[in-house]
């Protein structure tokens, strides 16, 4: 099944993007931010290209995928249409080495970079790609990230290591934490980075239920799915 957006009664695609904009504006007033400095990702991973599509329409010029393979079939798909419209897909699943270089091929920047093995086997002489280091906030060593501990450690990695340019850090908020409070910590870890790398200011942090918590605590770029593209057609 597609995407929910065409169901009758169902609220129009323009309508939820028009009101997260508008969230993130009221959002970025509270914190005495420049909305122009934050970036919204739309998160269509299990919807069609068709979604992409319509989105586009919309002005949406960020897309965030989980999936390699599912991303590396839409972006082939969009290209093959041969349109002269820019689009930035953002890779902000967790990554298997040896799929890694796939990933630049149709990415502009990957946002979960957390272990060594992917960092090197993303290491390019000829070109550059955007990277955040994804920070896991959890107990769970399961979960994407690297631990709080670890950060100078594969910061140090990523900035050795040649054709990744570091943006940043990226964390999902813990179901069981306040997100704000979570963002929060989000903060301080871009400051260690900030101290090891003064360029790399960028923070990708918030989703649909936490994105001004996100703002206040200073995330940059934010990885909206739901709220945006209604329900995914299969679950995740
Ligand atoms: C799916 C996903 C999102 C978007 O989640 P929503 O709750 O649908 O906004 C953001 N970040 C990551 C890493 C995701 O996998």
Redesign the pocket.
């Known amino acids: 099944m597609p995407s929910d957006a065409g169901r009758p009664g169902a609220v129009p695609l323009a309508e939820r993007l028009a009101a997260v904009r508008s969230g993130i504006a009221d959002a970025a007033a509270e914190a005495g931010r420049d909305p122009a400095g934050i970036t919204t990702i739309v ?1 269509t ?1 299990f919807h069609p290209l068709s979604l992409v599509r319509q989105l586009m329409d919309l002005g949406v010029a960020d897309f ?1 995928e ?1 999936r390699h393979q599912e991303a590396q079939a839409k972006a082939a798909e969009l290209a093959a249409l041969g349109l002269d419209i820019p689009v930035r897909w953002h890779f ?2 967790q990554l298997q080495s040896k799929k890694a270089k796939q990933v630049r091929a149709y990415a502009t920047a990957i ?2 970079l957390d272990r060594d093995s992917v960092i090197d086997a993303l290491a390019s002489d000829d070109a550059l790609i955007d990277s955040f280091v994804q920070l896991n906030l959890t107990d769970d060593p399961g979960r ?1 990230g690297v631990a709080e501990p670890d950060i100078e450690r594969v910061v140090q990695r990523v900035l050795g290591t040649a054709g990744l340019r570091l943006l940043g850090v ?1 964390a ?1 908020a813990p179901v069981d934490e306040d997100p704000r409070a979570a963002f929060e910590r989000v903060r301080e870890a871009s400051l260690r980075v900030r101290s090891l790398a003064p360029e790399a200011t960028f923070i990708s942090a918030g ?3 936490d ?1 001004r918590e996100a703002i206040l605590e200073g995330a940059t770029h934010l ?7 209604g329900n ?1 057609p299969t679950g ?1």
Do not use: D, E, L, W
Not at 223 to 229: D, E, H, Q
């Open positions: 998160v991973k965030g989980n902000i699943g946002h979960s994407g990226m999902v989703m649909s239920g994105y990885r909206i799915g739901s709220a945006i593209t995914r995740g």
